[in-house]
């Protein structure tokens, strides 16, 4: 086994040395702790920023478990204060509805932890390798379906959370300081469905609403459609898919991103022990000599998905029947004021990459927290990093649009479509694995690549452009019409082909290009593509369509010469 499987295997059912290291006068947590923690929804960082090793400054970044990203007005506010109390002033929407908070030292956990608990909200398993936080639509319109999607997120997620009382043990303690749940060393931990050492990695499943793939369920261990019988709107059943991922790791062949396939259709009543059994073939098959090849994907993709199916069905003791029609699928963000079904309304606001901060005159922070405090409406995160609030009356709609605009917040009229359908990840400075960065620097490349599609008059086109640090992708940038990934300090490997509908991986098209050369590159494919692209037909469609090396040959042709103001460093063709 690989030394972290070593780790869950000794841990006592993830408890290990966490109590002793938690009050050791450390900054820090080793190895074991290291590992253990995330299972815990919590992360040892350091600042990146900070170079070498005597002057580490190590932190913490808490991720809460939200199914389907919903929170009342309370846990929101709940977040938001941590974030001053105990955090670096900021929130970070995830591209997996959850919310992340970033900053803490590790005399702080227990506090913050109990703070979080005390409204309701967990963080165990929102990271480790079990199975993280479950997506849905977040859309609140009212219809039952939408409802019942969300209800068997919560489903999914209650089956699936791990049995231990490590996490209770460690960071929730009564007011005399005990611990609020005691067991001893020699007792027995037993978990029915993960077993002494969980999953070989980590697990992600995702539900989508039929038509909208909001939720980017190809990209998961388990994608689920729900299927509905519109005479009395009820979902009577799934389409469910198998086997996505997307991280790899540069320069080993061995590993893929993969797209979920096919496994079948499955009854509503019998979907929780099929995504059980899923999770089980995973746990007794899944790799767990080479990390780089245990999620779920590559068993999938090794065996084949037949061979997969009938595994599933041998656990089950039935068979799984076949993948019914369903619509085609869009994404949808939600950005906007929708009306529900009640006569209430919504509203689905825009988070530059997620992050909830303050800067200048865009108060992001201090708008939200205005609005939710007043209002006191429902909270939805979606898996575009942006956030709904919902339950708004008609006669509110007028005080909620005032307060947005005096605290500078961008609604759907006031940004491009290239910024609206844009993702990055954190990346540095915290991030361990990020070799390059992405959120901090992605405003400033949309803000050039704006000024050329508007000159290109692309500037309507639906075009999702998304970046990250590393090829772990977490911004899902391989099913982007263009993706980024750190390659290398400054260097980016740049791919197009993707779709909006996430339903197609994109392909390398130019590897090792420095940043200061990516606007470039994409102004001479956007330049050809406006040129050569047939009626009504998509940039991801068309660069599949004529393939990447006449994509090339044509961005060769592209000469141009515009005033580039933001970034000298991009050369003016001429």
């Known amino acids: 086994m690989s030394a972290v499987e070593t780790i869950k295997l000794n841990s006592h059912g993830l408890k290990g040395s966490l109590p002793l290291q938690l009050v050791e006068p450390t900054p820090q947590f080793n190895e074991e702790g290291k590992q253990l923690l995330k299972f815990h929804g919590i992360y040892q960082q350091t600042n990146r920023d900070v170079r070498g090793r005597q002057n580490q400054q190590f932190s913490f970044m808490i991720r809460s478990r939200l199914p ?48 979080l608990n005390e409204a309701l909200v967990t963080t165990l398993n929102a990271c480790g390798d079990v199975n993280r936080n479950v997506m849905a639509c977040p859309a609140p319109f009212g219809d039952p379906i939408r409802q019942q999607l969300q209800e068997y997120a919560d489903k999914i997620a209650a089956h699936l959370s791990p049995r ?30 993960y077993g002494k050492v969980y999953l070989p990695r980590k697990f992600k499943i995702a539900l989508a609403f039929a038509g909208d793939n909001c939720t980017d369920i190809f990209t998961n261990d388990i994608g689920l459609v729900g299927l509905s019988n519109e005479a009395n709107q009820t979902v009577h059943g799934f389409n469910v898919y198998v086997g996505g991922g ?46 780089r090849h245990a999620r779920m994907k590559y068993l999938v993709n090794d065996w084949g998905i037949e061979t997969f199916r009938a595994k599933v069905e041998a656990y089950l003791g039935y068979d799984i029947a076949a993948i019914q029609p369903m619509p085609a699928l869009d994404a949808d963000d939600h950005l906007g004021w929708h009306e ?26 201090s708008g939200l927290r205005a609005i939710i405090s007043q209002f006191k409406p429902n909270v939805i995160l979606t898996g575009q990093q942006n956030i709904i609030m919902s339950g708004f009356t ?5 005080e909620v649009n005032r307060l947005m605009l005096f605290y500078g917040l961008q609604t759907i009229d006031t940004i491009s479509n290239i910024r609206r359908y844009a993702m990055a990840c954190p990346a540095l400075p915290t991030c361990s694995l990020a070799v390059s960065e992405a959120e901090r620097v992605l405003p400033r490349l949309i803000d050039e690549i704006e000024q050329d599609m ?113 970034q000298a460093s991009i050369p003016v063709l001429v």
């Open 68 to 115: 389907g990203g919903k929170l009342t007005a309370e846990q929101y506010l709940v977040h938001d204060a941590i974030a001053d109390t105990f955090g670096q002033g900021d929130l970070r929407l995830t591209t997996r509805q959850a919310i992340q908070l970033h900053g803490i030292i590790k005399s702080d956990l227990r506090p913050t932890l109990k703070k």
């Open 340 to 365: 529900q079904l009640d006569g209430h309304w919504f509203y689905g606001l825009f988070v530059e990459n997620g992050r909830v901060k303050d800067v200048g005159k865009r108060q992001i922070r």
């Open 454 to 566: 508007a000159a290109l008059g692309l500037a309507n086109e639906r075009i999702n452009l998304r970046m990250t640090g590393c090829p772990n992708g977490c911004a899902r940038p391989f099913v982007a019409d263009i993706g980024i990934v750190g390659r290398s300090g400054t260097k980016y490997n740049l791919s197009l082909g993707g779709n909006i509908e996430g339903t197609r991986l994109n392909t390398v098209y130019k590897e090792l290009v420095e940043f200061g050369d990516l606007r470039g590159e994409i102004y001479r494919v956007l330049a050809a593509y406006q040129g050569h692209a047939e009626p009504q037909e998509r940039l991801g469609d068309w660069v599949n369509r004529v393939g990447l090396a006449q994509v090339s040959h044509l961005a060769e042709q592209v000469h141009y010469s515009l005033e580039l103001p933001l």
């Open 394 to 398: 008609t006669a509110q709609k007028a």
């Open 246 to 291: 997307l991280a790899l790791t540069h320069t080993k062949e061995q590993t893929l991103s993969l797209l979920a396939q096919p496994l079948g259709y499955v009854p509503a009543a019998q979907m929780i022990d099929v995504v059980e059994k899923i999770v089980l073939v995973q746990r007794d098959f899944g790799d767990r000599t080479d990390r």
């Open 164 to 193: 231990t009382t490590a996490y209770h043990e460690i960071w929730l303690q009564d007011d005399n300081g005990q611990s609020v749940k005691q067991t001893f060393e020699t007792e027995e931990v037993v978990e029915p469905i």
